[in-house]
């Protein structure tokens, strides 16, 4: 399986910038997709943005043009690095992973976006 590792989050103001990293290890050499999901209380885990491992991205609608994803496949890291954030962007974001046997999930980290 793979372990997944999760750095960064906090409290920012309306407008500011956080960056998250995700480090894999384990089996890494399985893993094609690469995401970070959020959640809020009461609400679905949803899809942030992901990238493959030929580097091809998608992003949720609401995000678009503020973050970007990106991945170091010799580090085997994820980035978030999200700018413009608003309030409706407070949420806990995981990093996941999956690929051939793998489907892993990191423990989440807050970010709270304060107006």
């Known amino acids: 399986q793979v372990q997944l590792v999760e750095s960064g989050g906090g409290l920012v103001q309306a407008g500011g910038s956080l960056r998250l990293s995700c480090a894999a290890s384990g089996s890494i050499f399985s893993i094609n997709t690469m995401a970070w999901y959020r959640q809020t209380p009461g609400k679905q885990r949803e899809l942030v943005a992901a990238i493959n491992r030929g580097g091809s991205t998608r992003y949720l609608d609401s995000v678009k043009g503020r973050f970007t994803i990106s991945r170091d496949n010799a580090k085997n890291t994820v980035t978030l690095q999200m700018n413009s954030l608003k309030p409706e962007d407070t949420a806990v974001y995981y990093c996941?992973?999956?690929?051939?046997?793998?489907?892993?999930w990191g423990q989440g980290t807050q970010v709270t976006v304060s107006s």
């Open positions: 996941y992973v999956d690929g051939i046997k793998v489907d892993s």
